[in-house]
């Protein structure tokens, strides 16, 4: 989770420059449009001639004109860094998980004594509906975020300027407390792709049934879970809905993590009492660490001048984004070449795209969100993105993978011999699939281990993925010209994108024809 980044250079972070677009005249309007439709003859004219488009000479023609009238804003590059990191997650996760443990520990934090810690849960207290009660796990929790975690909470304080103002509309919009926007930040550490060990997915961490109970999409393509928005307004209403049930909001928390037959059941086993602090010892163990990571992650955010922290007054907000819908198949690296946006900028902005392709589905309405400024350069010349795309992919070859709901689940229980790639032939799904389903870091597996699979079709004779002539009989690919990680790996049976990345120490996902990637471990 941590990523440190000082506040003076923070203070340079979130400095953007915004341009202003203003109205072409009439003359400048009449040049671009005839620009464009000498682009468009010459690729008629020149399918019509030979079949085969000058790819390059319209990409170039395409970029001359966005380039003409494209006034992007700039976003500093180390608050993007900070944008498109996700390596807070684990520590978020770990941090709750292990709270039993540590809680046991005396900490000693002199910059903030019990005396004042006191004082301002009592201001907290009354600002608020959720009970911030002092005890001696909650400051035993703050104090160990304050001495061990500074930096990385000050991290999250840089993220939240992009999120919160979201956050706080859709929440205002439920009649919510506004503080729920804390929560995000317990699940998910603010990053829209985590994943828990369980599966949980997203920045509000919906499992998968429950998930689709809120009319959340997973396909072989898309998960909306990861979807900012969607997930949003889903969290809300089934936080909402969870108060209703137990009425206090520290017990909506606790089921929100543990699910409410857990909170009822420990309820029971208490006598009836309805004090989480009194019934937290009957509540799984990561649930007893849950509400006090709230409860100090929300009093850090509350009294940050207090604490020491620099708290972001600028930065690149959700609401300086927008969407449209798309009218045809394309992938964020066809956006990346012809918007001139980098790829990790189009990932975080549209996170529910597993692929990294934006699908076109007769009756869904897929959306692409870019900067405001950006999405004006993407509808002015849409036709021009889509022809470009449309030949780029025909050129390459390129097949794209076959779309299909996750409806039917199975549990299929491991058993000796069995490896990912195997197990993924079988049922006609990735290997990443079955990692994201079962919220597997690693391909490693244990004889009897039980995994969620949502088949794509019949199960096939075991020895087709044994026996699979695509299996690396090398141990090193040379990448080809239109290659990416995503279709080498589909070439190979249980090698992911992450094991090609991982092997070979990229960071991003660009290739260079003739690189040469290791296809193992070794």
């Known amino acids: 989770m941590p990523k440190i980044i000082f506040p003076l250079i923070f203070s340079v972070c ?9 109205p072409l005249e009439d003359d400048e309007q009449l040049e671009i449009e005839q620009s464009i439709s000498e682009v468009d003859s010459t690729w008629i004219a020149h399918n019509v001639e030979t079949d085969q488009p000058t790819f390059e000479s319209l990409k170039d023609s395409i970029l001359y004109i966005f380039k003409q009238h494209q006034q992007v804003s700039e976003i500093d590059s180390l608050w993007k860094k900070e944008l498109f990191n996700s390596e807070l997650f684990d520590e978020m996760q770990a941090s709750v998980v292990n709270f039993e443990s540590e809680s046991n520990d005396t900490i000693v934090y002199e910059e903030l004594s019990t005396e004042i810690l006191i004082k ?3 201001i907290l207290n009354t600002k608020t509906p959720f009970d911030v009660s002092y005890t001696k796990a909650l400051e035993s929790t703050i104090k160990r975020y304050l001495k061990t975690r500074k930096k990385s909470m000050q991290r999250l304080m840089n993220l939240s300027n992009y999120y919160f103002p979201m956050f706080e509309e859709e929440l205002d919009r439920h009649n919510l407390p506004l503080e729920l926007k804390y929560l995000a930040i317990v699940e998910s550490a603010l990053n829209p792709r985590a994943k828990s060990r369980v599966g949980a997915t997203g920045l509000w961490q919906f499992m998968y049934p429950t998930g689709k109970m809120f009319g959340m999409e997973v396909s072989s393509y898309v998960d909306e879970r990861s979807d900012p928005l969607r997930a949003t307004e889903s969290a809300a209403k089934y936080l909402s809905t969870l ?20 909170v009822s059941r420990a309820i029971r086993r208490s006598g009836g009492n309805k004090d989480y602090w009194s019934i937290r ?5 990561e649930t007893a660490g849950y509400v006090p990571a709230f ?4 009093y850090i955010f509350e009294f940050a001048d207090e604490l020491g922290f620099t708290v972001p007054k600028s930065g690149f907000p959700y609401y300086e984004t927008d969407t449209i819908h798309v009218k045809q198949t394309i992938s964020f690296q066809h956006l990346s070449e012809l918007l001139e946006l980098p790829l990790e900028e189009l990932q975080f902005l549209n996170p529910s795209y597993k692929l990294d392709i934006i699908p076109f589905i007769e009756g869904k309405n897929y959306t692409l969100r870019l900067p405001i400024d950006a999405l004006g350069t993407f509808v002015s010349n849409e036709n021009l993105v889509y022809a470009y795309a449309k030949a780029e992919s025909e050129k390459n070859n390129k097949p794209l993978p076959e779309f299909f709901k996750q409806d039917e689940q199975i549990t299929y229980r491991v058993k000796n011999g069995d490896y990912l790639g195997k197990i993924a032939a079988n049922y006609g799904v990735t290997v990443g699939n079955i990692k994201s389903w079962n919220g597997l870091r690693n391909n490693n597996l244990r004889i009897g281990q039980r995994l969620l699979i949502y088949p794509k079709g019949k199960k096939s004779n075991a ?6 002539s695509s299996s690396p009989k090398n141990k090193e690919y040379i990448v080809q010209k239109g290659d990416s990680l995503w279709s080498i790996s589909r070439k190979y049976p249980g090698i992911t994108i992450d094991n090609i990345k991982k092997w070979n120490g990229i960071s991003g996902t660009s290739l260079k024809p003739g690189m040469k990637l290791k296809l193992s471990k070794g």
Do not use: K
Not at 14 to 22: E, P, R
Not at 295 to 298: F, V, W
């Open 295 to 298: 409860l100090a992650t929300m």
């Open 243 to 262: 108060h209703s049930v137990f009425n206090d909001w520290n017990l909506a928390l606790a089921a929100y993590n543990a699910g409410p037959g857990n």
């Open 14 to 22: 979130f400095s953007i420059v915004n341009a202003q677009v203003t």
């Open 281 to 285: 010892h009957n509540l799984p163990r």
């Open 463 to 468: 020895t087709t993925a044994q026996n699979s």
């Open 120 to 122: 301002q849960l009592e």
